[in-house]
């Protein structure tokens, strides 16, 4: 039942950032169904990604009444190609370049993420600015989950998927919550 | 035959010469590798905490706590024998993200390094290498026939301990 609040929240919070990276490329994004599963460690490295991939991940943290993390999960192809799209023709693309605009790109996704979810709950969120780390996927997720004091070996992965012409782009948006926030957002709710 | 042995995220594996043991994907995390040089054997545990005293409440898994953790790895390598000669070898403990940034940092994984360190030095065990800290993930892969150690970074470089 909690995990399929958590479902429809995801899910309206992941078509309007959908919604907003097509705006910014100029292209047709969609969205497949949302993930919300408890998996263990081991599970997550098997089923989602192996935990030695090399990913380009962007993080930004959540203060005020919805502490926890998003996290944006893109490999090193898909983050060319929406940075490609992003820039028109004839810019020169260099590493700064290309790192700002994903930066930007994540911006852009979790704040239209809230702003639809703050349209549903009266709740009030403020975010950090993006951090950008290029490196093994097991490494950084681990890593993001202790520091949001997601101790357990079992942990919540709740993440959207970004398709482009029928294609899945290699991104991810998940959220990484802080003890005790799921709580009160069903509380808020009326759950 | 060689077995390649992978030690997940919360857990230990210990094994003997000629034997490969690895973790993959070590971000604040700590791995440690103890060896016995007389005997070849050898563990590797990839700790996720370093601390278990504030979880004593809870269902807890030992093998996620760098207290419990190592303990009971020494023990399974000495076979519950004085651990006399034995020697470690450490890797990880970054902190991925440059969260000092926002002004939130806990600095689990320097954290994690020192809670390791401390264990050992009260077990007698010395460290001969450790590559540690910074904001680099890392795989180890340790070869129980020599006790020498492959870390594997994002730059694909290898350094070998």
């Known amino acids: ?191 | 035959m060689i077995s390649r042995i992978k030690v997940g995220i919360s857990d230990y594996k210990v094994s003997g010469s000629p034997d490969v043991l690895m973790t993959l994907g070590l971000g604040s995390c700590v791995g440690i590798a103890v060896y016995d040089p007389k005997t070849r054997i050898g563990g590797l545990s990839h700790i996720m905490l370093p601390d278990s005293t504030p979880f004593s409440n809870r269902d807890l898994k030992p093998e996620k706590f760098a207290d419990l953790a190592i303990p009971l790895m020494v023990s399974k390598i000495t076979n519950g024998k004085f651990n006399i000669g034995l020697i470690a070898k450490i890797a990880g403990g970054a902190s991925m993200f440059n969260f000092s940034e926002l002004n939130m940092c806990s600095n689990i994984g320097e954290r994690n390094v020192l809670a390791v360190k401390e264990k050992l030095k009260e077990m007698g065990i010395p460290i001969i290498a450790s590559h540690t800290g910074g904001n680099i993930g890392r795989t180890m892969v340790v070869n129980l026939d020599t006790f020498e150690i492959n870390i594997m970074t994002a730059n694909r470089e290898i350094t070998k301990l």
Do not use: W
Not at chain 1, 65 to 72: D, P, R, S, V
Not at chain 1, 80 to 96: P, T, W
Not at chain 1, 106 to 112: G, R
Not at chain 1, 147 to 157: A, G, R, T
């Open chain 1, 1 to 191: 039942m909690q995990l399929d609040i958590i479902k429809e929240l995801t899910n309206i919070g992941g078509g309007n950032a959908a919604t907003s990276i097509s705006h910014l490329i100029d292209k047709p994004i969609n969205m497949s169904v949302p993930t919300t599963e408890i998996l263990n460690y081991d599970e997550i490295f098997e089923k989602i990604m192996p935990e030695d991939k090399m990913v380009t991940a962007i993080i930004m943290r959540m203060l005020g009444g919805c502490e926890g993390t998003f996290l944006f999960v893109t490999d090193e192809a898909a983050s060319l190609d929406l940075i490609n799209m992003m820039i028109s023709n004839g810019i020169e693309i260099n590493e700064e370049l290309a790192n700002s605009c994903i930066k930007e790109l994540v911006n852009i996704v979790v704040t239209s993420f809230l702003n639809a979810i703050s349209k549903m709950i009266d709740i009030s969120f403020i975010s950090s600015i993006p951090l950008l780390a290029k490196d093994m996927f097991g490494a950084i997720l681990s890593s993001v989950y202790i520091e949001s004091e997601q101790y357990d070996n079992s942990i919540l992965i709740i993440k959207n998927e970004f398709i482009y012409q029928g294609d899945k782009i290699e991104a991810s948006l998940y959220f990484i919550p802080k003890p005790g926030v799921l709580k009160k957002l069903f509380n808020k709710l009326g759950f």
